[in-house]
């Protein structure tokens, strides 16, 4: 799973800043890691270094193998905090995803065939 960090210009993408994305998607992605072939996430401050409430967005797009891409945005007031919200929430998006492909018509039954 490759994890690509984008930022507006109004976010500066220091080492430090991208070490702490990278590593908070790919923890929340751990376990599906096998099922993504690319995350890109998209960083901006959307009131332009205004202070303001809610003002950090994190936009999270992740491309399963496979299938069309996902994506979620979470904003927040802090990179951290819309990191971590967008991360929770692509996690949940996939998690019912995958569910619903494993769970779907066809699988495996409760009911026996022992009435006869």
């Not at 799973?1 to 976010?11: E, K, L, P």
């Not at 220091?14 to 890691?33: K, M, N, P, T």
């Not at 270094?49 to 994506?71: I, L, W």
Request: glycine residues 8%; contains cysteine.
């Amino acid at each position: 799973m490759h994890i690509q960090i984008n930022t507006d210009s109004n976010v500066e993408a220091s080492d430090e800043l991208v070490h702490r994305v990278e590593a908070e998607i790919g923890a929340a992605l751990s376990r599906l890691r096998d099922h993504i072939t690319r995350v890109e996430v998209h960083l901006g401050d959307e009131s332009a270094g205004r202070s303001g409430d809610a003002d950090k967005r994190c936009m999270v797009e992740a491309r399963p193998a496979g299938q069309q891409p996902v994506a979620v945005t979470h904003h927040a007031a802090t990179l951290d905090e819309a990191c971590g919200g967008a991360a929770q929430k692509l996690r949940n998006l996939l998690d019912s995803r995958f569910g619903r492909l494993d769970d779907r018509k066809g699988g495996a039954s409760i009911r026996t065939d022992e009435r006869r």
